[in-house]
């Protein structure tokens, strides 16, 4: 079976720009979450989508969005870059119920300059 | 390789030995924990969960114990090899299982 897959694996984007990262998740996982991961914060939840649906959402501005499609694959969205959002970004899947684990992608490294 | 963490703990084990990577966690109503392992480049890889009606699972040279008295949770590696050289962060859930508080992750270097 196939893992995460996420695209692209590098982006480099200016301040004030947007920018949307791809996810696939596992062949049959229905729940797809994004986090956020720096040197300084770790890793810090951003958003879980289910059957179309945010289900849950962390601490991050408005700026961060996201969406899920029928087929489960999700993008995720910042606007109006700022300096402070390089960072790598990785998508997980679980099958949605019970106490599945998470299981990430590579991830989407961005830099803002 | 891409760095997780600047000033991560480290632990340093000899090829064969055993390995003990010990996380503290913060909520006491956690009731299901992960570890995992990330490489250099790589996104965190599912190691085992523990639920915590259990103080104890053993994966393949894996074993997670979970003292909830104390609120702490370890990670035993036996027969420690160089691919197992890697960031390991512990997890704890706090809402639905996806969403999921992260440690801040020890680094675990595997000397021959």
């Known amino acids: 079976k196939a893992g995460v897959t996420q695209t692209p694996r590098y982006l480099i984007k200016t301040r004030g720009q947007q920018v949307t990262l791809s996810c696939s998740p596992i062949?049959?996982?229905?729940?797809v979450s994004w986090y956020q991961q720096t040197p300084g914060q770790g890793l810090q939840f951003l958003f879980e989508?289910?059957?179309?649906?945010?289900?849950n959402k962390g601490n991050f501005p408005g700026r961060f969005s996201g969406r899920q499609f029928s087929n489960s694959r999700s993008e995720m969205n910042v606007s109006t870059l700022e300096l402070g959002d390089s960072a790598l970004y990785l998508c997980?899947?679980?099958?949605?119920?019970?106490?599945?684990?998470?299981?990430f992608g590579n991830g989407t490294r961005l830099t803002v300059t | 390789g891409e760095s997780v963490g600047l000033h991560l703990p480290t632990l340093s084990v000899q090829e064969g030995d055993n390995s003990i990577i010990n996380c503290a966690y913060s909520?006491?109503?956690?009731?299901?924990f992960i570890w995992y392992k990330q490489e250099s480049g790589k996104g965190p890889q599912f190691i085992i969960d523990?639920?915590?009606?259990?103080d104890k699972r053993q994966g393949q040279r894996v074993t997670v114990l979970l003292n909830k008295t104390v609120k702490h949770l370890s990670l035993q590696i036996a027969a420690t090899q160089p691919g197992d050289s890697a960031v390991y962060f512990c997890?704890?859930?706090?809402?639905?299982?996806?969403?999921?508080?992260f440690g801040t992750g020890t680094r675990l270097q595997v000397t021959l």
């Open positions: 997980a899947s679980r099958l949605g119920t019970g106490d599945s684990p998470l299981h």
């Open positions: 989508y289910f059957s179309e649906t945010q289900r």
């Open positions: 523990i639920r915590s009606n259990m």
């Open positions: 062949s049959g996982h229905r729940s």
């Open positions: 909520n006491s109503a956690s009731d299901y």
């Open positions: 997890a704890e859930r706090t809402g639905t299982a996806s969403k999921l508080t």
